[in-house]
């Protein structure tokens, strides 16, 4: 209990470093939100314009560490204000339009990724220089190190317009609108393959990898002699002695990994023109859209920091060893 | 010993599951997509590339309102063409000036209805601007609209503004009857928008998509021959351009580089483009509150080292033509001064006479063939561009070779926008290639680049005339244009502007933007042409409108 609370105390002091980071960076960037969108314009907006748009936003010149301890006020409520790129629409709503398909686009992919590739990692190192062993790390490394916009286009090319096996875009089809019916369900399905294999390509190797070597240390362990000395089934030692134990950085990168869910995958977005967070940010960014920006980081810290420490506490139950020191 | 074994089994169980219903899913391929013409007749498809995801937001008062809201669902009193210098009468029927100029009658067209069925009145423009002025901005020289009669309304100018016009006309106009109910104006979303336009009913709203269906109350009835408008998201032009491409859309306003190839050759027969150069003047802004960008004999030696045909055929692709010594762009061709675009000198490429301009206003060229001025240091430049607009940069990059032959020696620096625009407006740049003001009369682009109003000193911010050159003769001229109802006497003052710009060269004159606009006549015929421009390609300009009530069906 008292390492569950150590624990937290680390994660809220890591909160508000954060947070205050969050606050200060993008402050730090040249220009104004309006000047920002007057640029982007090119001229379709008039000078006397500007004054009235930074009323019309709020943009203020109160001190910066007024803005401050505001700012610290509304992250504890909640308030994060109003989109200044979607004004008038509100960043909490921003958000949540688009986080679902985040998080079903990333979470997908990672489940996929973790779960498929941890397990050819077991395979692979336990039948060391097999089949298995000597022809998958390199292939998937070598996959895994395109350019993944590169990979992504080619895909769009090859399986979206030359084959035609999949859309081209959006999360499903225009023209229908989201319903719990089983037809939306596999439109839905069929709209994530693509983007969802590409990102599960470029990211299973490094899977493989990781848990391949921890657990070719782990067969090396004398527990595992011991239990084929005891004659325990081969499928036993792997999964309920090695892998178990093998598996403890796996946990912890899955969680890191998990909580960097909801920042999106911007380019599957761009390429994909899938809906989500990634561009979003990427457009909160050039438009210098604190609010939206704050919004963004404050959930992707928030996110990281929970599942880091959930991922302690599912640890504490994992390995003993953290409960004794 | 069996019951440990479970929790492992249950999990590569789940994992076999996902893994099926991955594959089936894959497996049921194309069958399982459609299009989602439920309705039977196919909308009229646009892509939006720089949105990655729509908010339904249909405030026209709203700086980021959902596209088409404008364009679509609400119109103005009248649609200025740039493309064909004409002007189409719309929601007004006709429109006088008073003598004094102080005052603008416009008599609005009758039967004219709301899509919620209401009629369209006086009070709806004067309640549009009161808004308009409240919470955007603009418009500081009108007092107040004033509806005299139902069908009649006044607007009086606090001083005379032969601009407002074109401004005021062009204002679309919405509901008293809905927008006096709102509380504030400035955050509403407007869900469902009530508006005069041809396609005001939304049937869908996803944020990657949405349709807009006809107004059932239309005032021309027969021009709504498009069964629907369907807007497509995309972050960013390669998804656009693709869908293009693959004929997917129908018209496609993004950039798309490579037209020829990537676009018309995929389906000669249907696919084309047109891209008029009626955007706004592109221009090499120097900083004129530096040495030596302040002496009017090196901007013109510098422009004359330019050569303008390789920056319009390498640069631009061939999508437009070199700018000449008036700064007029392709939409001011009814004012432009012919016989001075004729007889041009500074903007002609004239390696010679540029070298022995510098040479006698005192910028040496020394032995290793590098200019100097006149403090002794080396003449050098920096040109500034955002680093995405890759097509700026290689124009950049000619400018730059063409000035080694001047012996300047011009680096280009290329960060991002945001940093390239803080510098322009800060005054603390060298030199940039801009855009310039672009309105119905070329009072706001000659003001934007030679007026004493616009200049602000280095440190203060501004949002136009960022090269900072203010020129009291351009001032009187441009009061002068102002003050004028007459139009002949505008012609006049314009064509004086003209001689102003040309021997003050205030920027350098590159090229006229192209508006761009692909389309594919596939599903539907009736688009503008360069044989027929009775609007441009823009699907955010005010003839959009024009475009949207000529399009029609193919048939069979």
């Given amino acids: 209990m008292q390492f569950v609370l150590r624990r937290l105390g680390f994660y809220l002091l890591a909160f508000w470093v954060s947070v205050t980071l969050n606050f200060l960076l993008p402050r730090f960037m040249p220009g104004d939100p309006v000047s920002r969108m007057f640029a982007r314009s090119q001229s379709r907006m008039t000078p006397e314009q500007i004054t009235q748009l930074r009323q019309l936003f709020g943009l203020d010149d109160r001190p910066l560490w007024r803005q401050y301890v505001d700012y610290l006020g509304n992250v504890v409520t909640g308030d994060m204000g109003v989109s200044i790129s979607r004004f008038p629409t509100p960043v909490v709503e921003v958000i949540a339009g688009q986080i679902g398909w985040t998080v079903l686009l990333g979470g997908t992919a990672l489940l996929i990724a973790v779960v498929v590739g941890n397990l050819l990692g077991i395979l692979a190192a336990w039948r060391r220089g097999g089949f298995l062993d000597s022809m998958m790390p390199p292939f998937l490394v070598f996959v895994g190190s395109f350019p993944y916009f590169w990979l992504a286009m080619g895909a769009l090319y090859l399986f979206g317009v030359s084959l035609g096996w999949f859309p081209l875009r959006h999360a499903f089809s225009a023209g229908t609108s989201p319903a719990w019916t089983g037809e939306f369900a596999s439109d839905v399905a069929l709209h994530l393959v693509l983007p969802a294999v590409t990102i599960v390509v470029v990211s299973i190797g490094g899977w493989m990898l990781a848990m391949r070597n921890t657990m070719i240390a782990t067969n090396a362990e004398d527990y595992i002699v011991m239990a084929e000395a005891k004659g325990l089934r081969p499928g036993r030692i792997m999964f309920r002695y090695a892998a178990r134990n093998a598996m403890l950085p796996a946990v912890t990168s899955f969680g890191m990994s998990l909580g960097f869910v909801v920042g999106g995958a911007l380019l599957t977005e761009v390429v994909f023109a899938y809906p989500g967070v990634g561009y979003q940010l990427l457009a909160a960014v050039q438009g210098l859209d604190y609010p939206l920006m704050q919004g963004i980081f404050l959930t992707i810290t928030a996110a990281v920091l929970l599942v880091n420490f959930l991922v302690d506490i599912v640890y504490v139950r994992l390995d003993p060893r953290v409960r004794v020191s | ?521 596939a599903r539907f015929t009736g688009w503008p042409t360069e044989e027929n421009p009775y609007a441009t390609l823009s699907t955010r300009a005010p003839t959009t409108v024009l475009v949207l009530t000529t399009l029609e069906p193919v048939q069979g």
Avoid at chain 2, 488 to 513: C, K, S, T, Y
């Fill in chain 2, 1 to 521: 010993m069996m019951t440990r074994f479970r929790p492992v089994r249950r999990a590569a169980r789940v994992v076999a599951l996902a893994l099926a219903g991955t594959l089936a899913l894959t497996a049921c391929g194309p069958g399982g997509s459609g299009d989602g013409t439920e309705e039977g007749a196919a909308p009229l498809i646009i892509p939006r590339e720089d949105m990655g995801t729509f908010v339904r937001n249909f405030n026209p008062f709203s700086p980021n309102v959902a596209p088409m809201t404008q364009q679509a669902v609400y119109e103005p009193m009248f649609v200025y063409n740039p493309a064909d210098g004409s002007t189409t009468p719309w929601l007004a029927t006709e429109w006088s000036v008073s003598d004094d100029g102080l005052q603008l009658t416009f008599s609005l067209r009758e039967g004219v209805q709301w899509s919620d069925g209401e009629p369209l009145v006086a009070q709806d423009v004067a309640t549009t601007f009161e808004l308009q002025k409240e919470v955007l901005g603009g418009y500081e020289y009108l007092d107040k609209a004033e509806a005299v009669d139902d069908a009649t309304v006044v607007l009086h100018l606090n001083r005379v503004y032969s601009p407002a016009l074109y401004e005021i006309g062009q204002q679309i106009i919405i509901p008293d009857h809905v927008w006096s109910q709102v509380a504030d104006p400035a955050k509403e979303t407007n869900e469902s928008p009530v508006g005069t336009g041809p396609y005001t009913e939304v049937i869908r709203f996803e944020s990657q998509s949405f349709d807009l269906g006809p107004n059932p109350s239309y005032w021309q009835p027969e021009k709504q021959k498009i069964p629907s408008i369907r807007m497509l998201a995309f972050a960013g032009n390669d998804g656009a351009n693709l869908a293009a491409a693959n004929g997917e859309v129908d018209w496609a306003p993004q950039f798309i580089p490579n037209i020829e190839q990537a676009f018309v050759a995929r389906d000669p027969e249907h696919n084309h483009y047109w891209f008029p150069p009626t955007g706004s003047m592109i221009n090499w802004q120097l900083n004129t509150t530096k040495a030596p960008y302040d002496d009017v004999d090196v901007r013109k030696a510098l422009s004359m080292a330019i050569d303008r045909q390789q920056i319009v055929d390498v640069a631009m692709q061939g999508y437009t033509y070199p700018a000449d010594c008036t700064g007029l762009s392709g939409a001011y061709d009814t004012w432009r001064d012919q016989g001075l675009a004729d007889s041009c000198e500074w903007t002609q490429r004239d390696v010679e006479a540029a070298n022995a301009l510098l040479d006698d206003a005192g910028y040496p060229r020394g032995g290793d063939g590098n200019r100097t001025l006149k403090d002794g240091s080396p003449f050098t430049a920096t040109i500034s561009v955002g680093s995405t607009s890759s097509d700026w940069l290689s124009v950049a990059e000619i400018i730059s070779q063409n000035l080694a032959e001047i012996g300047v020696e011009a680096s280009v620096d290329a960060p991002d926008w945001s940093a390239v625009v803080a510098g322009y407006e800060d005054g603390s740049f060298d030199s940039g290639i801009v855009w310039s003001n672009n309105a119905p009369t070329p009072y706001q682009f000659y003001r934007g680049v030679m007026s004493t109003a616009t200049v602000k000193p280095v440190g203060e911010k501004t949002f136009e005339n960022y090269h900072r050159f203010g020129d009291e003769q351009a001032d009187t001229l441009l009061d002068e244009l102002a003050a004028t109802a007459d139009q002949d006497a505008q012609h006049a003052l314009v064509n004086e502007l003209q001689a102003e710009f040309d021997a003050r060269a205030p920027v350098i004159p590159l090229f006229p933007g192209p508006e761009w606009g692909a389309y594919t006549d």
